[in-house]
C-alpha cells in the first residue's frame, strides 16, 4: 500500500472556510513535502517539513508534523475559489533508495 | 525563463508501437524523475536519474526505457511491452539528490488508439 495515505479523498467547503487535510505514513522519513496539482497540470511545490519540525507555516498555509503518530496536517486559511486543486503529501524516506513517495491526493473544492 | 519543458501535452500510440516523451530542464539540476499518475490517484516512480549517463528503476519501470546522456534531457520511452500505457505522465528535476521539492513540467496524457 502507499507510504502516504491522505485524508479525507475529498473535500468541499465554501470559500473563506479554513481547509485541513491529513497525511499519515508508515515509515521513518526525512522530510514530508505537500504539492497543490491543478486540473490536468503538473504539481507544485508548497512546504517542506524536516522530521526535527514539528510546524511550519507559509502564507495562509499552515504544516504540522506528529512523527510519534507518523502524520502530517495541512491547513489553508481563509480559502479562495483558486485553491480548489488536489494536494499531494510526499515522503522522504529515512531509509532505502532516493526517491520521495507520494499519497493518493486530497480533492479540495472551494465553492464561491 | 527557467523551467521544465514536456513535450508533446497530448500522444496518441498504436498497439506495438514505441513512443518516446521528451523532458528537457534549464533548471541546471542534477536529479531528474518519471512518474505516472493514473486517474484519481497518486504519483508512481518510473525511473529517476541522479546523475549524467546514470539512472535507477522505480517501483513501476517494467514496460518503460530511459535514457540521461545530457544533464538536461530525459527522455521517457513507453514501449509496447507496457500493455496499459494509458495515463498522465509528469516529469520532474530537483536540484540535488536529496529529494527536497521537486520541480514538474505540465504533463503528457498518453492515450491509446
Known amino acids: 500500500s502507499q507510504q502516504g495515505e491522505e485524508d479525507p479523498q475529498a473535500l468541499s467547503i465554501q470559500e473563506g472556510e479554513n481547509a485541513t487535510m491529513n497525511c499519515s505514513y508508515k515509515?521513518?522519513?526525512?522530510?514530508l513535502q505537500w504539492y497543490r496539482q491543478n486540473s490536468g497540470r503538473g504539481l507544485v511545490h508548497l512546504i517542506l517539513i524536516r522530521s526535527n519540525e514539528r510546524e511550519k507555516h507559509s502564507g495562509r498555509l499552515r504544516v504540522t508534523l506528529d512523527t510519534s503518530k507518523k502524520s502530517s496536517s495541512l491547513l489553508i486559511t481563509a480559502s479562495r475559489a483558486a485553491d480548489t486543486a488536489s494536494y499531494f503529501c510526499a515522503t522522504d524516506l529515512r531509509q532505502g533508495a532516493q526517491k520521495l513517495v507520494f499519497g493518493q491526493g486530497t480533492r479540495l473544492t472551494i465553492n464561491p | 525563463d527557467g523551467g521544465i519543458t514536456q513535450s508533446p501535452k497530448y500522444l496518441f500510440r498504436k498497439e506495438g508501437q514505441n513512443v518516446t516523451l521528451s523532458c528537457e530542464q534549464n533548471l541546471n539540476h542534477d536529479a531528474m524523475y518519471w512518474y505516472r499518475q493514473d486517474p484519481g490517484q497518486g504519483l508512481r516512480l518510473i525511473y529517476y536519474s541522479q546523475i549524467v549517463n546514470d539512472f535507477q528503476k522505480g517501483d513501476i519501470a517494467e514496460g518503460y526505457s530511459v535514457s540521461r546522456e545530457k544533464k538536461e534531457s530525459f527522455p521517457l520511452t513507453v514501449t509496447s511491452a507496457q500493455k496499459n500505457p494509458t495515463a498522465f505522465y509528469l516529469c520532474?528535476?530537483?536540484?540535488?539528490?536529496?529529494?527536497?521539492?521537486?520541480?514538474f513540467g505540465s504533463g503528457t496524457q498518453l492515450s491509446v488508439l
Open positions: 515509515t521513518s522519513i526525512n522530510n
Open positions: 520532474a528535476s530537483s536540484s540535488d539528490r536529496a529529494n527536497e521539492k521537486l520541480f
